[in-house]
């Protein structure tokens, strides 16, 4: 049974930086995929980022690149995002996902069946 569990949420000014952590228990291997996905009061729940567990593989939406990056530690089973010159328009409840189909990897919400329980980001 995969758990995932986040942190790092908080407010800042626009222009500032926050890193979000999110550790995964229970994958037997790291052919999967995990990802960061964010929804805002009264919006549709969008995918932010995504990067493969067993590869080099990131992907990031068009609202988020250049300016936020995905990375793994493969020994933790840990990702982050490190998110940089946030926007008032980036705060959300930013949730991490993973997925549950091996050797797939990409921003497409259907691939993922993990989901942690959230972490605010408020931008002021």
């Known amino acids: 049974h995969v758990q995932l569990v986040e942190s790092g949420g908080g407010s800042v000014q626009a222009g500032g930086s926050l890193r979000l952590s999110c550790a995964a228990s229970?994958?037997?291997?790291?052919?999967?995929?995990m990802g960061w996905f964010r929804q805002a009061p009264g919006k549709e729940r969008e995918v932010v980022a995504a990067?493969?567990?067993?590869?080099?593989?990131?992907f990031y939406s068009d609202s988020v690149k250049g300016r936020f990056t995905i990375s793994k530690d493969n020994v933790k089973t840990t990702i982050y995002l490190q998110m940089k010159s946030l926007k008032p328009e980036d705060t959300a409840l930013y949730y991490c996902?993973?997925?549950?189909?091996?050797?797939?990897?990409?921003?497409?919400?259907?691939?993922?069946?993990?989901w942690g329980q959230g972490t605010q980001v408020t931008v002021s």
């Open positions: 996902a993973a997925a549950d189909v091996p050797f797939r990897c990409g921003l497409g919400s259907a691939l993922y069946y993990h």
């Open positions: 229970g994958y037997k291997s790291r052919t999967y995929c």
């Open positions: 990067i493969y567990l067993g590869g080099d593989g990131t």
